[in-house]
């Protein structure tokens, strides 16, 4: 056997183990599941056995689900429709075994693995931190179709299904015991004592009524049809409102839940299978799940050979909106964090924002008030440097203004020590010009976060020309320490992300300019599936700092990054957007409205259709974007788009920037930008590579980067 391994005792008691060869995770492939299924033709004919266990092999890791990579590459109906009955089918005989069966979940148990733990008879899990229970299918455009939708609900009840289901929520080990998920949960270091208990339970007959006693099941009002017509209702229009109807699987996954509500199994598996090949063949659920698979492979990149240093002991210079974010973020993972304020007031200020983000997280029963109180207490601060000789890493965070930076890597280079490592969140000025000044810029690197930090995953890294090896593998190591997506950018001025969408905003001002409205610029590229229109981005990162990374940009790309002269004008009238209550939008009231005052600053009165809005947008991104990999600033096409979707949130149904680019053709790409750079200017002359990629026939994905 190349994935199970069988063992029996002489009581009757087996125990399967699940482990993959060369890899770290158990996942259920089409081999994988034909050699389980040939185990469990093995075991019906078995008469001694009274019972069986289902482990991993693995650390920290159950079953992570179905290989996605299979349904990724499938051509038709037919391919996806024979990998969803195979696993309906193996469970299916698993669940129909003679002898109860029991998983025992130490780790990630996802997906299809749950979906196999369902079908068993009890499930025990491991309160540890690693333990997470979930089906998540619906961030990849699928939902659960080896029986999830059908053996869920018995167990937790509709409503409750139907959240976990639609809210791809991954719940630990005693969350999933309170909701009946699981029959036991108990320490890592305790599952034998657990085991040994279930075993002799079961050989005395007296398991079963105790289980089954304790489960909470379908709830007494959810068999009425209007009620569960009326938690569907409610449960849709949420999804709606979240995502305005561009993800079809969690709207699906209501629909299954409505339409086999206490059909036979048979019959409800069948409705699900249907639902499951019609989704896997949508490009949404195509681009998703590459992303995915994106994901997964920068998890594995360290974009050095070096290894890296451990942080234990970090400080924050700065601390703003940024500094107070990474400050947390710090924290949050249990490093030591020294923040260096101004005033005792900023520092009361900081502790608040701080604070505030762990309360939404207490809110959400992620931590208890004690554990946050705890990790509050190792936030430290000074008006001085004291205490900075002790650290491994240390964040500025300031304003963008490089005289200040460098005034500040003046001061603490007196008192750290020449292995601390500095680290600067500037979002666009030159690391390499940065460090000029620097006695040590081999141990000086960019780790420019997004904001809100707490939210936002993605981590620009930016290595100078002689930031060395080991920096780059330690600030790489503690990213994804953080829980952060870190991918390494070549310095140049914006990095990639902000070079990337400050074209895209500045067109939606040219638009206004020359008569557009506010509202219907927005509201097309929100219809787009942009997560906030660019006039309220604009608001919300502040009109006097667009206006500066403007011009920092322009300095290092010439006119086609140009500063606004209308935004300048704003900035003259103070209307610097939410902070000030007025920019492109007045936040005054409740609800805001277009600032009736910059009217006066339009230049023209043409209406733009929600075509033009959206091509002039779009394609000004994509041709800068792809000036981005023609001067190799990030190194393939695959991770710009993860990072245009986790850096601005780039409609991830549309697989990415340059994803959407293939969709639409790099020839029809190439026509358009052409035609806007007759009528609207430079700006859109298309880049060296789109020409050479529309002569050569290629595409992004398509092998040529």
């Known amino acids: 056997m190349k994935y199970f391994k069988l063992k029996k005792d002489k009581h009757g008691i087996a125990t399967l183990i699940f482990d993959t060869p060369r890899s770290s995770a158990n996942v259920f492939s089409s081999e994988s599941m034909s050699e389980l299924n040939l185990l469990l033709d093995s075991l019906l004919q078995d008469t001694q056995i009274k019972a069986l266990f289902i482990q991993s092999g693995k650390k920290d890791i159950f079953i992570a689900g179905a290989d996605i990579k299979e349904i990724k ?10 990998f969803i009955k195979q696993g309906q089918d193996l469970f299916n005989k698993l669940e129909k075994l003679p002898f109860p069966t029991i998983t025992v979940i130490d780790g990630a148990c996802l997906g299809g693995g749950l979906e196999m733990a369902l079908a068993c008879t009890y499930r025990i899990s491991t309160s540890d931190e690693h333990t997470r229970l979930g089906l998540p299918e619906v961030n990849l455009g699928l939902i659960p179709g080896f029986g999830g939708t059908q053996r869920l609900y018995p167990l937790v009840g509709y409503a409750k299904a139907m959240e976990l289901i639609v809210g791809a929520k991954q719940l630990k080990g005693e969350k999933a015991l309170k909701l009946g998920l699981v029959d036991a949960c108990v320490p890592s270091g305790y599952l034998d004592f657990k085991k040994e208990e279930y075993i002799k339970q079961i050989l005395q007959n007296s398991l079963d009524a105790k289980i ?21 209702s409610i449960v849709k229009k949420k999804i709606i ?27 409800g598996l069948k409705i699900e299978r249907e639902a499951e090949i019609n989704l896997a063949m949508t490009s949404v659920s195509k681009n998703l799940i590459e992303l995915f698979l994106i994901s997964e492979e920068l998890k594995h990149d ?4 070096s290894k890296p240093k451990d942080i234990k002991y970090s400080a924050v210079v700065g601390t703003g909106v940024m500094g107070s974010g990474i400050a947390w973020a710090m924290n949050h993972k249990d490093i030591e964090v020294r923040l260096k304020v101004r005033s005792y007031e ?10 505030k983000i762990y309360d939404e997280i207490i809110m959400r029963n992620r931590l208890s008030i004690r554990e946050v109180d705890l990790k509050m207490d190792r936030v430290t601060f000074t008006k001085e440097y004291k205490g900075f000789e002790n650290m491994d890493f240390l964040l500025e965070a300031v304003s963008e203004d490089k005289v200040l930076k460098e005034k500040v890597y003046s001061e603490f280079e007196k008192v750290i020590t020449p292995k601390c490592i500095i680290a600067t969140n500037t979002s666009s000025i030159s690391i390499s010009t940065l ?16 904001n809100p930090v707490n939210r936002m995953p993605l981590v620009e890294i930016i290595a100078g020309e002689k930031t060395d090896d080991e920096t780059i593998s330690t600030i790489v190591h503690l990213a994804k320490q953080l829980g952060k997506t870190p991918i390494k950018i070549k310095d140049s001025a914006g990095f990639l992300v902000n070079r990337v969408l400050l074209p895209y905003l500045q067109e939606a001002v040219m638009m206004f300019e020359e008569g557009g409205d506010i509202k219907d610029i927005d509201k097309a590229l929100l219809d787009f599936g942009m997560p906030m229109g660019p006039f309220t981005l604009i608001d919300t990162v502040g009109i006097d700092v667009g206006d500066s990374v403007s011009k920092i940009l322009n300095s290092a790309y010439g006119d086609r990054i140009k500063p606004s002269a209308l935004m300048q004008k704003m900035i003259e009238k103070e209307y610097l957007g939410k902070k000030s209550k007025m920019g492109f939008y007045d936040y005054k009231n409740k609800e805001a409205l277009p600032n009736p005052n910059i009217a006066a600053f339009q230049n023209g009165s043409s209406a733009i259709g929600k075509d033009a809005i959206i091509n002039r947008a779009l394609l000004i991104m994509i041709n800068e974007a792809s000036r981005c990999l023609e001067e190799k600033v990030v190194d393939n096409a695959r991770y710009l788009d993860i990072a245009m979707v986790m850096g601005t949130g780039f409609p991830a149904f549309r697989g990415g920037l340059m994803r959407y680019a293939d969709e639409i053709g790099i020839s029809q790409i190439v026509k358009l930008l052409n035609e806007l750079h007759e009528t609207n200017g430079d ?3 298309p880049s060296q590579l789109l020409i050479d990629m529309q002569k050569e026939n290629a595409s992004f994905y398509g092998g040529a980067l």
């Open 212 to 232: 089954k006693a304790s489960r909470k099941g379908i709830r007494w009002y959810e068999n009425i049809s209007f009620v569960r017509d009326k938690i569907s």
């Open 241 to 267: 409102q979240k995502t305005a109807g561009h993800y079809p699987a969690p709207l699906m996954a209501v629909d299954i839940l409505q339409k086999s509500f206490l059909k036979n199994l048979q019959d």
């Open 73 to 82: 590459t499938a051509n038709d109906d037919k391919q996806v429709s024979d």
């Open 346 to 355: 900023s520092a009361a200020k900081t502790i608040k924002s701080i604070r």
């Open 435 to 450: 460090a000029e000044s620097l006695k040590h810029p081999e141990r000086f690197i960019g780790m420019h976060f997004f």
């Open 302 to 305: 360290s974009f050095s050979k």
């Open 683 to 685: 700006r859109f002359a």
